[in-house]
Nanobody
Framework: QVQLVESGGGSVQAGGSLKLSCAASRDIFSKCAMGWYRQAPGKERELVSRFTAFGATIYAESVKGRFTVSRNYAKNMLYLQMDQLKTEDTAAYYC????????????????WGQGTQVTVSS
């Protein structure tokens, strides 16, 4: 059963923008802090941006000032607005619900999406 579904990836030239979306079930959205990770070929998966269990946002240094994470509780959606894209942003981007909100056990939040490819050309 697919719990997280990403969309919005694609190909763009450097300097352009893309917006990723992640649809989650209401159950996951209400219990888990969510975020975005990425993995480029030959590299380890890394955090891009996420919400903490307390609602704060965290960004990788490499995307600060260019990417913005947001969420819509009414729609159970997580977003990643990516502006001023660089070639080094090319990667598969994954939505994750991997941190429990307060009061929930960690083992209820172990969800990953299937990934969406972002390719930035020069």
């Amino acid at each position: 059963q697919v719990q997280l579904v990403e969309s919005g990836g694609g190909s763009v030239q450097a300097g352009g923008s893309l917006k990723l979306s992640c649809a989650a079930s209401r159950d996951i959205f209400s219990k888990c802090a969510m975020g975005w990770y990425r993995q480029a070929p030959g590299k380890e998966r890394e955090l891009v941006s996420r919400f903490t269990a307390f609602g704060a946002t965290i960004y990788a240094e490499s995307v600060k000032g260019r990417f913005t994470v947001s969420r819509n509780y009414a729609k159970n959606m997580l977003y990643l607005q990516m502006d001023q894209l660089k070639t080094e942003d090319t990667a598969a981007y994954y939505c994750a619900a991997d941190r429990p909100l307060l009061g929930y056990s960690p083992d209820v939040c172990m969800y990953w999406g299937q990934g969406t490819q972002v390719t930035v050309s020069s």
